[in-house]
């Protein structure tokens, strides 16, 4: 702002061109404004810059509303998840793409939450804790046959690289007989592999007990404490650090049974129809946090988001993500779903909890919204 005395300066002076000290203003119409008398020049003068003043509270006041409805907008824009999962390799490309941003630049922003066991995560669905399960698609089954819930599969996940670990002075399947089996919960996913690898070496259900202890770390700790309990299916790096204390392998489940879809996700049907972009967006990243992991140039550092999340050593990290990430690896690749894999799913609960074994996979499933990401990658 020029002062008044600059504004009083005698016609001949610099009066009527801009302020070289005041480079954002200019006099309006200068070869009429020195005609006038001192008084006359001073009063146009005031009321343009009083003028000025009001314009630019106007302005400022525009400008600030349209900052305000633009951080609105913004904030509008950012959509929150939450994930809710087993603390898993099955998850690299969850961790991935959350380390990575690659949920932020879509506009997302993810919550991951981790359930103490099966029937916490079918319930925590069904009630609205979360919005998407990364876990076993048996508990997705079991939802829609034993709770007549509205669940659908959108993708698939990985074999879940499941094994049944024993104790060390059990040394054959007979050694079994008479004892307790620990299990997540005693009517899902992996529970049922236990009890079918079971059965196929003639150890039928009743002449075994039953622990259901929750997630695999609950189970191994169950295993060590008491020897009564000698066996439990497990998924790295759960069954490694059981190796590594002496727990023997008898052998993965999908060498016994064949394929096998172990998880994916899975969400309300209703939910996935009123939130289609979004579930579209997160099946995106998903598929990009993937195909990172699964680069050998990114190796370094995926191990490290694999320790990270899983608060786990590099060395365990690294023998995790070798066995997802390889060829034949426990990832699906981009997510992609193991129709056979599924069916062999469908058939082992059927066998074990009833239904029918050859029930048609549509009622369980809706790929379109992967299908949709794949597209728009």
Same mark, same amino acid.
């Given at each position: ?13 610099? #009066? ?7 480079a ?22 005031q009321? #343009?810059?009083?003028?000025? +003043? ?26 929150k998840?939450?994930?809710?999962? #087993? ?18 630049? =879509? ?102 007990g ?7 770390? #609950? %189970?191994? /700790?169950?295993?060590?404490? /008491? ?17 590594? &204390?002496?727990f023997?392998?008898? @052998?993965?489940?999908? &060498?016994?049974i064949?394929?096998?879809?172990? /998880? ?23 598929v990009?946090?993937y %195909?990172?992991?699964?680069n ?29 990430? %390889?060829?034949? @690896? ?10 056979? @894999?599924? =069916?062999?799913?469908?058939?082992? +609960? ?9 029930? &048609?996979?549509?009622?369980y ?13």
């Amino acid at each position: 702002m020029v002062s008044q005395w600059q504004l009083l300066r005698p016609s001949g002076s610099n #009066f009527g061109r801009p302020d070289p000290t005041v480079a954002h203003e200019q006099h309006p119409l200068p070869g009429v404004v020195h005609l006038l008398g001192s008084k006359h020049r001073l009063h146009l003068i005031q009321k #343009f810059h009083k003028m000025n +003043r009001t314009t630019l509270s106007v302005v400022s006041a525009a400008v600030a509303a349209l900052c305000v409805a633009a951080c609105a907008h913004a904030t509008a824009q950012e959509t929150k998840l939450r994930v809710n999962v #087993f603390p898993s390799p099955q998850n690299l490309p969850l961790y991935v793409a959350q380390e990575k941003n690659l949920f932020a630049k =879509r506009g997302l922003t993810i919550e991951i939450q981790v359930t103490p066991n099966s029937q916490a995560q079918r319930d925590g669905l069904v009630n609205g804790r979360f919005e998407i399960a990364q876990a076993g698609v048996d508990n997705a089954l079991a939802l829609i046959e034993v709770a007549k819930q509205d669940v659908v599969i959108v993708s698939g996940g990985s074999t879940g690289l499941n094994e049944m670990v024993v104790r060390p002075e059990i040394k054959s399947y007979d050694d079994i007989r008479g004892k307790t089996v620990v299990v997540d919960a005693t009517n899902t996913a992996f529970a049922l592999l236990l009890y079918k690898m079971l059965d196929l070496k003639g150890i039928k259900k009743g002449e075994y007990g039953i622990h259901p202890a929750g997630a695999c770390s #609950f %189970r191994r /700790d169950a295993m060590k404490s /008491d020897p009564n309990k000698v066996a439990a299916m497990m998924n790295p790096p759960c069954s490694t650090f059981a190796k590594k &204390d002496g727990f023997p392998s008898f @052998g993965m489940a999908t &060498d016994a049974i064949g394929p096998y879809l172990a /998880d994916g996700h899975w969400v309300m049907r209703a939910w996935a129809r009123a939130n289609s972009e979004t579930l579209v967006k997160y099946l995106q990243a998903i598929v990009e946090g993937y %195909r990172w992991a699964a680069n050998p140039a990114n190796r370094a550092e995926v191990v490290a988001v694999m320790a990270k999340y899983l608060k786990i050593d590099n060395d365990v990290a690294a023998q995790a993500v070798e066995l997802e990430v %390889r060829p034949n @690896g426990g990832l699906a690749k981009d997510a992609s779903f193991d129709m056979v @894999g599924f =069916r062999n799913t469908l058939k082992l +609960r059927a066998e074990l909890e009833g239904g029918d074994p050859n029930a &048609d996979a549509a009622k369980y499933i809706d790929l379109s919204y992967h299908q949709r990401a794949l597209q728009g990658l």
